[in-house]
């Protein structure tokens, strides 16, 4: 018996029951206080209940595609999914203790993480990830991310940590998550959209990701769909928009009266 592990869900147990009678919202705390007592919690649970992992990542999107895919599954396999807590490793560790018993048994075949973008690094490095989902890279919240190339070597460094039996999907559509299939050996699928007629005005305070990952020259786009998404190109190296596999047709704009 791992007797800090047990201690570990038995107090996070408690936290839970307590911040259900007060009303509390506090989804997170189990997880935070039971980290505390047991930084390994989450890679044993995972790792002692072959627990495979489907991991959404991504600055807009990530809540409502995770959703998706545990509406989805859900009669076809028993499923975890931090839907009610947060999605930084806190909240990982409280959905798993939630789902466990005192000695640590998950009833589920999977697990569905929504990833925080800046979280999923480490969450990266306490579960084995089967299948990794990156919708797009935008500036989001500054004060804590920085620049998108921050979050983006972060990203680069989970990849290239991916085995070859893992499973990465990628928008081919951003320039960033497109730009992360060169790092990594597990299997790529890419998507996007496949509708010219969703052409915006480039606007250039708008885009992110202006110059080519790779050297720095101003990328072309040929459509633009939504500030820096679209179909692009660099003019100075093989840098560009990966064709998807998987893809939205017939789309347009639509533009409301004034």
Known sequence: MDLKLTLAISTGKIISFLNKLSGSGATAAPGLYALKIDPDLVKKLSSNNNLKSIVVSGTNGKTTTSRLIFEIIKSKQKIIHNRAGSNLLRGVASTLINNSSILGKVNADIAIWEADEAALLPISKDIKIDTLVLLNLFRDQLDRYGEIDTTRKKWIEVVTNLPKTSMLILN?????????AKFTKAKKIFFGVEADKINLPQIENVADVKYCINCNAKLIYQTLYSAHLGKYSCPNCDFGRTTPKI??????TIRGKR
């Open 172 to 180: 081919s559509d951003d320039p960033s998550t497109n730009y992360l």
């Open 247 to 252: 893809n939205a047709t017939n789309q347009r």
